[in-house]
């Protein structure tokens, strides 16, 4: 019987732009061939090997790990024999991206012979000059020529000579077909991607352009009659897929080795700092905490983990040390070792959180602790990282970005020869949240008149196509890897834009999957905001409040939360946040837990969010779809909320055991595909079965699970969040200026816009202060006025002044006392870092007001007093410089004036709100302020107005757009239905102030119009945008 | 020499077992004997031309190559090397 075909180069969409299938695609497509093996053979990396390594493997088919690298200018073929063989690739690969531009790799043959050793080379030289060198230096039994049949009118004759060559040298010939998508019909996408490589059109690509769809995968049947004559080419690959075994298991090298005292092990020093710690977390010490601690040590001693903690431990510790914010959080919550050792701040048995998940002894990936940081402070912690434990086991797991909607349609429709306006016309109208059908979210784009139905056809297709392929490497925004062995041998290792970085060619999910250890440290903006708040109330007050001592008791905070006064409060600010806290009313720390985790798109989706709620307020009875579930669903009335909860199904419903129901509750959180998640059901639909569950409930229960598929939150995580919110909410109700200084100066960050936060301090009654020369610093601050504390915004609102400039100001001021005059200032700080537009805004802006000058009149001829002129003519005072002519009158700055220049200028009011401006004409048009309508009617109609503030179209939400009107009393929730969307689609996106008719909807003190009709109110000057636009 | 042919010249084609031209006639006429074959499919995205081409000797004589419109089904000589 004749050796099998198998394929041994073949580029997945990982080789950047150059590839037209899914690693899973091209196995897939193996699989029908019945190809017994396939190689994945990358430009320059690996990054798609462990994908391909699952999907090969879940499908039956030998996965091969290879890479293609330019060698000397021409293209080499590595293949890994083994390990040790993969390890030489990473190594040679690092080598190759060290000194190129980003996203490119070449090498030398050198440099390539210097990592010989496990690994097979295919070259598709015709210079027989290059091939014996390759032989020479790489072994002649490890190197064959490479045959390719394209049907190109010249590759019969190059092929036999190719052979002859070969022949010559005594080197044996492989069979390829260099393979750049699975079917023929990707071919189209595969020139797409080229064009978008070269930046180019179709049209103006075709040299780069392959002549045929020739380069899809082919089984034997179809590579036969190519190479007739050949079959030693075509049973040459299948004897080297057979010397292949490369399984990239790196458990066992995973720790970088934790130094400890001497005398002691890893775990003995880490049994110490626990009973050390548990001293200072809990006072008393029960026989639960002490019990529970000895159970975790146990497992942790079992599954030889003691170096793990040890890493995250050290990692706190320089934290704390340095005054670097910082708190655990993920299922790391769950463990009473990880509180103990101050990794998290919740306690475990307070909160009955669930140890197994987030490790159990059958556990065979680490577990994950994610920790926050000080967005301002990371990078302290990153470089802590590199220097401890060596910049050879240490790199930032990589992020592959992906094609998005309105890149698809700029760069597949620029391929495609389309105009850029049209281009911009359509990715502007695109609804940017819905990837699922990028022609029904160009509904109202129409073709232009003249184009081919055909072209525009093509261009719907391939946007479709292209969506979620990958576009280029980033880095993951926290995401480090520390090994025991060094990095290289583990994966190839490139460098990142930011310099001293260096990029692992793995992301977050293949890192797990390797069993190796990574540390997530992310920047919350959140740690830095609660930071600088209490440096700002012990200012205030004279005392630093201590967080970690808070009785999580305060019933002023809840009702404060039930009643959805929670704009800056971390995790539960959003409009569907606020849509429900009315109607849940948390009380106790355990229901503001439930809260932080239920607006998710896992409950949403799930159909959880409405019958948790309805079952809170006491409107349905609690009932569980199977007795089994009462236990599990106890606690949140039946519904599943937490992770936790999927595992605990998963075990005692299903019949799985504990590991295998972790690896279960993971897959379902992961982005899987069609037969991946078929795969899944089959299995939890079975074990159901066995447990005499009935079909329907089984089917009814995976349903439910499948909608935890990427975000369902686990309930430690939530606890650790809602300890956040919780502390956040303090701060808001108690010492508000404080705490939206914080935010100011943190921005961007949270869900609204800085003018957002500066109007909810307004309404509750505090005031903000201007922009003043002599009052303000670089950033926003308290000031103490007779009535109470206020915010005076800093400089760092004020457009086009830049760090340097406002530390100039306040650096001077600190100097010599306050700024007398316009030209005090201008004398004193001309040569600085500021530039004119910063001191015209400045002027506008209102920061001289105080010193008592009109701002139109400041203006006139600054610049020549600003540019000394007067000094080159020998003047010494610029204030005895005098200008030809009086300044003539000018206009005066009224209120409106004032307003739009701080909008402008600020980004924010300190006056009035932009709406205020407006009222006369909305209330000629009949519209209500935002405080009249929790006094309509249900069902009532209205007339809403005001400034968009926020728009969103959840996914989970059936097309529904749900809008943030905000006016100077308060905000106001639209909700649009898609044919009312459909209807004035570009009005409601693109207008600033809207005009909303619609019917009044209440329901639990919560209420919302549901629009009607759309429209703009014009003549007025737009602000910049500023509405936050989400999904 | 070699010419070529505008417009190249239609003719019938009738294929032997295997799928390859056999004989033809028409504008050309004579037994076929195919030495090479290749593959043409560009401007998907404007005017597709999608094409297999054959260099064969015809009538033991002449070296020519003919192509397969695939989308129209129909067959061309295109070049003649004199």
């Not at chain 1, 462990?50 to 890479?67: D, E, N, T």
């Not at chain 1, 400039?805 to 306050?818: F, L, M, T, W």
């Not at chain 1, 010193?851 to 020998?874: A, I, S």
């Not at chain 1, 308060?970 to 619609?998: E, S």
Request: proline fraction near 6%.
């Amino acid at each position: 019987m004749a050796a099998p075909y198998v394929e041994l180069h073949s580029h997945s969409n990982f080789s950047f732009l150059d590839g037209g299938s899914h690693p899973y695609e091209l196995a897939m497509r193996a699989a029908e061939l019945e190809m017994p093996a396939l190689a994945i053979t990358d430009r320059g990396g690996v990054y798609g090997a462990v994908r391909h390594l699952q999907a090969c493997r879940k499908l039956g088919v030998k996965p091969i790990i290879g890479s293609a690298l330019e060698v000397d200018g021409e293209e080499l073929i590595l293949i890994a024999r083994n390990l040790r063989g993969y390890s030489n690739l990473c190594r040679l690969l690092s080598h190759a991206h060290a000194d190129q531009p980003k996203g490119e790799a070449r090498t030398t043959l050198g440099k390539v012979a210097e990592h010989r050793g496990d690994l097979f080379y295919l070259s598709a030289t015709d210079i027989e000059s290059r091939l014996r060198g390759l032989q020479d230096a790489l072994g002649k039994e490890n190197v064959f020529s490479e045959l390719h049949q394209h049907l190109r009118p010249e590759d019969e004759w190059v092929l036999e000579g190719r052979v002859a060559m070969a022949e010559r040298c005594g080197a044996r010939v492989v069979a390829t077909n260099e393979v750049h998508y699975h079917v023929p019909a990707r071919r189209r996408l595969h020139d797409v991607l080229i064009a978008i490589r070269h930046r180019a059109t179709l049209d103006e690509a075709g040299p780069n352009l392959f002549p045929n769809s020739e380069h899809h995968l082919k089984g034997g049947a179809e590579m036969h009659p190519l190479f007739h004559g050949h079959a030693e080419a075509l049973a040459t690959p299948w004897e080297i897929a057979q010397e292949c075994d490369v399984d990239l298991d790196f458990r066992k090298v995973r720790f970088p080795g934790y130094p400890v005292p001497d005398g002691e092990t890893p775990f003995s020093y880490l049994y110490k700092l626990c009973f050390e710690g548990v001293r200072e977390r809990y006072r008393p010490i029960t026989f639960s905490v002490t019990h529970r601690l000895q159970h975790e040590l146990e497992v942790i001693e079992k599954t030889g983990l003691a170096e793990f903690f040890l890493i995250n431990w050290d990692l706190m510790r320089f934290a704390r040390e340095h005054g670097v914010p910082g708190q655990g959080r993920g299922s790391a919550a769950d463990s009473i070792v990880a509180y103990v050792l101050g990794i998290t701040r919740v306690d475990p048995i307070e909160h009955n959180l669930l140890f197994e998940r987030f490790l159990h002894e059958e556990m065979t990936s680490t577990p994950d602790i994610d920790v926050d940081f000080s967005t301002a402070h990371r990078e302290q912690v990153i470089q802590y990282i590199y220097e401890k434990y060596g910049w050879e086991r240490t790199g930032m797991v990589c992020n592959v970005v992906t094609f998005q909607p309105r890149m698809a349609i700029r760069q597949v429709g620029k391929a495609l020869g389309f105009s850029a306006e049209l281009l911009d016309r359509l990715a502007k109208g695109v609804d940017r949240w819905f990837t699922e059908d990028v022609e029904d979210s160009m509904l109202s784009s129409v073709p232009p008149p003249d184009m081919r139905p055909q072209s525009w056809q093509h261009f719907l297709e391939l946007c479709r196509e292209v969506i979620e392929f990958p576009r280029h490497l980033s880095i993951h925004n926290g995401g480090m890897l520390v090994t025991g062995e060094p990095l290289v041998d583990i994966a190839p290792v490139e460098p990142a834009a930011m310099e001293g970085r260096r990029v692992v060619q793995f992301n977050k999910d293949d890192v797990e999957d390797l069993g190796l250890i990574k540390m997530d440290m992310l920047g919350l903006r959140t740690l830095s905001v609660v930071a600088e708040a209490l440096e700002l109330i012990k200012d205030t007050t004279g005392t630093r409040p201590d967080l970690d001592q808070l009785a999580l008791k305060d019933a002023a905070v809840f009702e404060m939360c039930s009643q959805a006064d929670t704009i800056g409060v971390f995790q539960i600010e959003s409009r569907a946040q606020m849509q429900t806290l009315p109607r849940t009313r948390p009380r106790t720390f355990n229901d503001l837990v439930v809260e932080v985790a239920i607006i998710r798109p896992g409950p949403i989706q799930g159909n959880a969010v409405h019958p948790y709620i309805r079952r809170k307020q006491g409107r349905e009875p609690v009932t569980y779809a199977h007795p089994l579930l009462e236990p599990i669903l106890k606690d949140t009335l039946g519904v599943i909320l937490y992770q936790e909860q999927i595992i605990e199904i998963a075990m005692y419903v299903a019949g799985m055991r504990p590991g295998r129901a972790d690896g279960f509750r993971r897959a379902m959180t992961r982005h899987l595909n069609r037969v991946e998640m078929s795969s899944l059901e089959d299995e939890f639909i079975s074990g159901c079965l066995a447990n005499e569950v009935p079909r329907e409930v089984a089917d009814q229960l995976f349903a439910a699970v499948q909608g935890f598929a990427v975000y369902g939150f686990c309930r430690s995580h939530a606890a650790a969040f809602a300890r956040t919110a919780y502390e956040t909410a303090w701060m808001k109700l108690h010492h508000p200026v404080e705490f939206g200084c914080g935010l100011l100066n943190n921005q961007p960050m949270g869900f609204y816009h800085p003018s957002v936060l500066v109007e909810d301090l307004k309404r509750h009654g505090m005031r903000a202060l201007p922009v003043d020369i002599n009052l303000s610093d670089v950033r926003c601050l308290p000031e103490r006025l007779e009535s109470g504390l206020a915010m005076r915004i800093g400089f760092n609102y004020v457009r086009d002044l830049g760090e340097e400039g406002r530390k100039a100001i306040v650096d001077e001021r600190d100097r010599s006392g306050p700024y007398m005059s316009f030209d005090d200032y201008l004398s004193r700080l001309r040569g600085g870092p500021i530039g004119p537009r910063a001191v015209r805004n400045l002027v506008m802006v209102g920061a001289f007001d105080a010193l008592g000058h009109p701002r139109r009149e400041l203006l006139w001829g600054w610049q020549e007093r600003w540019h000394g002129k007067g000094l080159r003519r020998g003047i010494d005072r610029q204030s005895e410089l005098s200008l030809n002519g009086t300044s003539p009158t000018l206009p005066t700055i009224d209120a409106f004036d004032a307003n739009q220049l701080e909008y402008r200028i600020s980004d924010l009011s300190t006056g009035h709100h932009l709406i205020h401006f407006c009222r006369d004409r909305l209330r000629a048009l009949g519209a209500l302020e935002s405080n009249k309508l929790p006094a309509m009617a249900n069902n009532k109609h209205v007339r809403v107005a005001g400034l968009v503030i926020t728009r969103q179209a959840p996914s989970t939400a059936k097309k529904i757009r749900f809008f943030t009107l905000e006016d100077e009393f308060g905000q106001v929730n639209v909700t649009i239905k898609p044919d009312v969307y459909d209807r004035y689609r570009q009005v409601a996106n693109r207008q600033p102030i809207l005009i909303i008719d619609g019917v009044m909807q209440r329901q639990d003190g919560v209420h919302s119009v549901l629009a009607s009709h759309i429209e703009a109110l014009d003549g007025v000057p737009r602000p910049a945008q500023r509405s936050h636009d989400y999904r | 020499m070699t010419r070529l042919i505008t417009p190249p010249a239609a003719i019938d084609v009738t294929l032997g077992p295997g799928g390859a031209p056999e004989s033809i006639s028409g504008a050309f006429t004579g037994s076929i004997d195919p030495i090479a074959r290749w593959k043409v499919e560009t401007s998907w995205w404007d005017r597709p031309v999608v094409r297999e081409y054959w260099k064969a000797v015809l009538n033991n004589t002449v070296l020519c190559e003919l192509y397969h419109d695939i989308a129209r089904n129909e067959w061309f000589v295109e070049r003649v090397y004199d």
